[in-house]
């Protein structure tokens, strides 16, 4: 049997997939960049030997908010995006019922106040659940993550370590699994 708007999932999925990969692409052109800057500057600008090993060290590890909200800055746009996937797929796939709802609602609102009040709530539901899930789900998604896999960080954050390396920035890239999270 065939899923209902299957095309339309499939699209969503790859499009999860394709801001992971964006993601790690801007990641590895910001260290290529910062490994630009370093080569032309006098000192280094960051130096990412350092920047790297104070990812890693938990008594540091805090030092780095301009990181982590240059990080946030590049997840706002795929939040919101997931926001409108969310509600459009959720009105296709999930909701019939609660669509026809909101179409009968609306089409008797002319002389109904409970038709107008059932449509203004419903389409406030709707709206709302396609705001506040996946926001819930990446929130969620990552301290999940980050408590009980993080081991998937520590490879991600060994790729740029060994990316850095790869193109010269001199860093030795630190162990792939993440034991030194202290959770």
Same mark, same amino acid.
């Given at each position: 049997?065939?899923?209902?708007?299957?095309?339309?999932?499939?699209?969503?999925?790859?499009?999860?997939?394709?801001?992971?990969?964006?993601?790690?692409?801007?990641?590895?052109?910001?260290?290529?960049?910062?490994?630009?800057?370093?080569?032309?500057?006098?000192?280094?600008?960051?130096?990412?030997?350092?920047?790297?090993?104070?990812?890693?060290?938990?008594?540091?590890?805090?030092?780095?908010?301009?990181?982590?909200?240059?990080?946030?800055?590049?997840?706002?746009? #795929?939040?919101?995006?997931?926001?409108?996937?969310?509600?459009?797929?959720?009105?296709?796939?999930?909701?019939?019922?609660?669509?026809?709802?909101?179409?009968?609602?609306?089409?008797?609102?002319?002389?109904?106040?409970?038709?107008?009040?059932?449509? #203004?709530?419903?389409?406030?539901?709707? #709206?709302?659940?396609?705001?506040?899930?996946?926001?819930?789900?990446?929130?969620?998604?990552?301290?999940?993550?980050?408590?009980?896999?993080?081991?998937?960080?520590?490879?991600?954050?060994?790729?740029?370590?060994?990316?850095?390396?790869?193109?010269?920035?001199?860093?030795?890239?630190?162990?792939?699994?993440?034991?030194?999270?202290?959770?």
């Amino acid at each position: 049997h065939r899923i209902p708007h299957s095309p339309a999932l499939l699209y969503g999925i790859f499009d999860v997939g394709a801001a992971l990969v964006f993601f790690t692409l801007l990641g590895g052109t910001l260290i290529l960049a910062v490994h630009i800057a370093n080569q032309l500057a006098a000192v280094p600008v960051i130096d990412l030997q350092t920047l790297f090993g104070d990812i890693r060290d938990p008594a540091t590890r805090g030092d780095y908010w301009w990181l982590y909200l240059t990080i946030f800055s590049t997840v706002v746009p #795929t939040a919101l995006h997931l926001m409108l996937a969310t509600l459009s797929l959720g009105l296709c796939l999930f909701w019939n019922a609660p669509k026809t709802a909101i179409l009968w609602s609306v089409a008797h609102m002319a002389n109904n106040d409970w038709a107008k009040w059932c449509a #203004t709530f419903l389409l406030s539901v709707f #709206t709302t659940l396609a705001i506040v899930l996946p926001v819930a789900v990446m929130v969620l998604g990552g301290h999940a993550l980050w408590t009980h896999y993080p081991w998937i960080g520590g490879w991600y954050l060994w790729g740029f370590e060994w990316w850095a390396d790869f193109i010269g920035a001199t860093v030795t890239p630190g162990p792939k699994a993440i034991e030194f999270l202290d959770v």
